[in-house]
């Protein structure tokens, strides 16, 4: 019954700007740490940004000072603010959201949403 639903993902233009959002249902969203993965056709899931409940964020390398990653506890929802986007950021993104000192189980994921830009 857990539901983490992305939006904001579409076609831009390399060197353009996307903001992606993911709103949680039925968690204690400001308890859980929340992030943000991406998987580019033929490759494996990787790290893009997280953020802890305690609002403590960081970065994959290759995005460190184009990405942002904010949450908003008062709507539920998990932010991505992704400027100076190239090529090589073209993936699907899903939203994460753990809670691992209940367990490994509270480990939810969104179905993804498509970020594609052009070169």
């Known amino acids: 019954q857990v539901q983490l639903v992305e939006s904001g993902g579409g076609l831009v233009q390399a060197g353009g700007s996307l903001r992606l959002s993911c709103t949680a249902s039925r968690i204690p969203f400001s308890l859980y740490a929340v992030g943000w993965y991406r998987q580019a056709a033929g490759k494996q899931r990787e790290l893009v940004a997280r953020?802890?409940?305690?609002?403590?964020?960081n970065y994959a390398d290759s995005v460190k000072g184009r990405f942002t990653i904010s949450r908003d506890n008062a709507k539920n929802t998990l932010y991505l603010q992704m400027d100076s986007l190239n090529a090589e950021d073209t993936a699907i993104y899903y939203c994460n959201a753990n809670r691992y000192a209940l367990g490994p189980q509270f480990d939810y994921w969104g179905q993804g949403t498509q970020v594609t830009v052009s070169s």
């Open positions: 953020i802890s409940a305690g609002g403590n964020s």
